[in-house]
């Protein structure tokens, strides 16, 4: 992380390093408020503004993915790598899905039609293991 904020020219900041640190460490997929409060205990002055900075720098610099969902504030992934995730209809989390990402998806379509593709998603919707869980139980109940 020090060498991607010294190669593009931004200061190597404590703040910096906890937030990155912070988002790296978790597999949570945390929002900028989430991630305030992760790091608020080591960083005392740091303020939500600053948080959500950082996290526009890291995304600018390619560090880190923005995950957008519907009706839901922005969630900070600390794995740039391309990868699917599965939100839970339940309880909102959102997991990593272990599943093969075809490099060249849509390529037959944009070689095709010349449309150039700058993204896709695909995103699993459905219930966590404990959701579904107690989805089961409270149908037996019923
Ligand atoms: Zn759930
Ligand atoms: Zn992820």
């Known amino acids: 992380m020090k060498e991607v904020l010294k190669r593009a020219g931004y200061r190597v900041t404590r703040q910096r390093l906890v937030i990155f640190e912070a988002l790296r460490g978790t597999t949570s997929h945390p929002t900028a408020e989430e991630i305030y409060n992760m790091v608020k205990s080591r960083l005392p002055n740091i303020s939500l503004g600053t948080v959500y900075r950082t996290l526009e720098l890291f995304e600018r610099l390619g560090v880190l993915q923005r ?26 989390r959102v997991l990593d899905a272990d599943e093969p990402v075809p490099e060249d998806i849509g390529r037959r ?34």
């Open 67 to 92: 995950l957008t969902f519907e009706g839901s504030p922005s969630r900070f992934d600390g794995n740039p790598k391309p990868h699917y995730h599965a939100i839970c209809l339940g309880c909102g």
């Open 109 to 142: 379509f944009s070689e095709e039609t010349g449309f150039e593709i700058v993204g896709y998603k695909l995103e699993f919707y459905g219930y966590c293991k404990e959701c579904a869980s107690k989805r089961r139980e409270n149908e037996n109940k019923g």
